[in-house]
């Protein structure tokens, strides 16, 4: 935000060049209440390799290191011997055998049979996954909270959330709803108040898109794929969590738990976001302006 020194009388102050952007406060019944002011945070540059940098992070924060034991594939009798010195039923070399490790000490068609390097049956795999690895792509603190301011400026872009393929009739973003709608403790009552907000039709399209995975996902716990709608961010731990949590798509997230993922899913900027009164004015606290 851009300012003016104006000078009056020998004093001199310092006066906003852009007035301050207002949203308006919505009752339950989707009408206007009152215009509040947004925080500057809603005036950051959306920088879009930045968000996803860090969605990237927070999902490979997720990921468990694994790998199979180092001794996987090698755990068994073979050896070889490559000394000509020693007699013939000791050695691996000069036999009439290809040069490499063989099973010892066992019985009939099992003796001799190559074993313990990758290309054998049951032999160890060439470049195992280790559970070393570095696999999270971590981000600078500042980073992390400049995309977050970024990716909270984007919910307010009416083209970028149009551009996510969210449905929704509002003409001004953000949505700002009264706190009485963090004591909602049912479903249909949320489902109510989001249809009088008109927005209900993108949980209704969340809905619709719900399919099930091809592939073995199904047999380990991600049976659906489903599509993402809309975020509620509230201010404190309130009833509305339970209320909202089975709405299709919909996640409701404290304002002090939010993250590049929720704001951004699938690292493209721009989610359909619905405020409480309390969560928009806690929103400063959390982040520098």
Avoid at 9 to 23: I, P, Q, S, W
Avoid at 87 to 101: D, K, Q, S
Avoid at 165 to 186: D, I, Q, T
Wanted: charged residues 30%; aromatic residues 4%.
């Amino acid at each position: 935000m851009g300012h003016v020194r104006a000078s009056q009388g020998g004093v001199t102050a310092v006066v906003d060049a852009k007035a301050e952007t207002k949203a308006e406060v919505l009752s339950l019944e989707g009408k206007k209440l009152r215009e509040i002011g947004l925080p500057r945070v809603f005036e950051s540059e959306v920088d879009l390799g930045l968000i996803k940098r860090a969605v990237i992070a927070v999902q490979t924060g997720r990921i468990q290191p694994k790998g199979p034991s180092t001794r996987a594939g090698r755990d068994m009798t073979a050896q070889y011997i490559g000394s000509r010195q020693k007699p013939a039923m000791y050695r691996t070399i000069n036999v009439e055998h290809a040069r490499l490790p063989r099973l010892r000490n066992r019985r009939y068609l099992l003796q001799g049979r190559v074993a313990g390097v990758p290309h054998a049956v049951g032999g160890p795999r060439v470049h195992r996954l280790n559970k070393d690895r570095v696999i999270v792509e971590r981000i600078n603190d500042k980073e992390r909270r400049k995309a977050v301011a970024a990716a909270i400026a984007a919910t307010a872009d009416v083209a970028l959330v149009r551009a996510r393929g969210h449905r929704f009739e509002a003409k001004r973003l953000p949505l700002v709803v009264e706190a009485r709608f963090e004591e909602l403790v049912k479903a249909r009552e949320v489902a109510a108040v989001l249809t009088a907000l008109n927005v209900y039709g993108d949980v209704e399209k969340a809905k619709a898109r719900k399919k099930v995975r091809p592939g073995r996902g199904k047999t380990r716990g991600r049976k659906y794929k489903r599509a993402k709608s809309l975020l509620i961010v509230t201010e404190k731990p309130a009833k509305v969590y339970k209320a909202a949590r089975n709405l299709e798509g919909v996640d409701v997230v404290e304002v002090r738990n939010l993250n590049a993922e929720l704001l951004a899913p699938g690292t493209l900027p721009g989610r359909l976001t619905l405020w409480t009164e309390g969560a928009l004015n806690a929103l400063a606290k959390y982040l520098v302006n």
